[in-house]
């Protein structure tokens, strides 16, 4: 038996969809085999996964591409087409699964797909191997020197969202944040899209002094090998940092208009989120005054990353950092992971 797994478009969908093709792969006969397809299927080359990936272009957007994946599946002529019964693609599925109410987790209702295959879930935390590879290993750590972030420990700083800047924290709270890390000997490393360059910007400027940075110089390909050369990462809900913690990064997620009931990461995760009337409104842009992501600290972030770092400091992480990608990897925190509820 065939099975073809289309992939979400977004990063943070296709890296929770990891443990529904996990299961498959566990649950299936070894003479089966399990197809990943989407724009992002290219991660779970060589990690066991599946026995093949196809990229698929991301041209559909909203409802639109809710119900392309089941025309497709109708073009590729599969016998059997499961999904939930949503954005009126339902006549196209021979499987057609109600969506859950109360709405789950996001892991959790992609494993709830299996249901029909009567296949039991395998997990259901993201997991992803550290692939070195020497070409990307040499560009990052090229990058890395060019931009001045080569002292451990080093903690990225992820400024923008794909989604719009509701998910994003002001400018003058990031500098805040990478100035403090900075005075504890902690490197912050700016990261995001050339979209986020305005941001970057101003969180340079109000700062105090310069802030390594790889703001619209990296791209897609050397995103996990980045990721796994630091020792956690701040991120708002983005798909890079559900990459990150199923790389093993530790990730400090700061959650505003969307709820982390439903997409926070799972792994070495601690979610920072605020109760507020308005909140989840899942809008891209705040009509208002961004009171959720505003209610979030400068103190309460920093020490959510030192507990990650498990108190390394730059003096007791200087001789583990000779050893390259290999330190980084074995330097990170180790404990129990931690999610804050949301604060009352």
Not at 268 to 286: D, H, N, S
């Amino acid at each position: 038996m065939n099975v073809l797994v289309r992939l979400p478009n977004w990063l943070g969908d296709t890296v929770m969809a990891l443990p529904l093709l996990r299961s498959l792969r566990t649950g299936l006969a070894p003479s089966d085999r399990v197809v990943a397809i989407g724009p992002w299927a290219w991660l779970v080359g060589g990690q066991e996964l599946a026995d093949a990936w196809v990229g698929y272009p991301r041209a559909w957007t909203g409802r639109l591409r809710a119900l392309e994946s089941a025309l497709t599946a109708r073009y590729w002529r599969a016998r059997r087409r499961i999904g939930y019964e949503t954005s009126g693609r339902g006549i196209w599925l021979t499987d057609r699964l109600p969506l859950p109410s109360p709405r789950r987790h996001q892991i959790d209702e992609y494993l709830g797909l299996l249901a029909p295959l009567g296949i039991a879930p395998a997990g259901a935390e993201p997991l992803l191997r550290p692939l070195p590879a020497a070409a990307s290993e040499t560009e990052v750590g090229e990058l890395l020197v060019r931009c001045g972030a080569t002292r451990a420990p080093r903690v990225g700083v992820h400024l923008g969202a794909a989604s719009g800047p509701a998910k994003v924290w002001s400018a003058d709270r990031l500098a805040a944040l990478c100035a403090g890390l900075a005075t504890r000997g902690v490197t912050a490393l700016l990261l995001g899209t050339a979209a986020d360059l305005d941001l970057e910007r101003r969180v340079q400027a109000g700062a105090g002094s310069a802030i390594p940075s790889l703001v619209g110089r990296d791209r897609p390909a050397l995103l996990p090998t980045l990721l796994g050369r630091l020792d956690a990462l701040v991120s708002g809900d983005t798909g890079t940092a559900h990459l990150a913690a199923a790389l093993g990064t530790p990730v400090v997620t700061l959650f505003g208009p969307t709820d982390p009931a439903l997409s926070a990461p799972r792994g070495p995760a601690t979610v920072i989120a605020k109760q507020v009337p308005c909140a989840p409104c899942f809008l891209g842009r705040c009509p208002i005054d961004h009171v959720c992501m505003r209610a979030i600290g400068v103190d309460e972030v920093t020490d959510a990353v030192l507990a990650r770092l498990g108190g390394r400091t730059a003096a007791s992480t200087r001789a583990s950092e000779t050893a390259g990608a290999a330190g980084d990897a074995g330097g990170r925190a180790a404990g129990p992971d931690r999610l804050r509820p949301r604060d009352g």
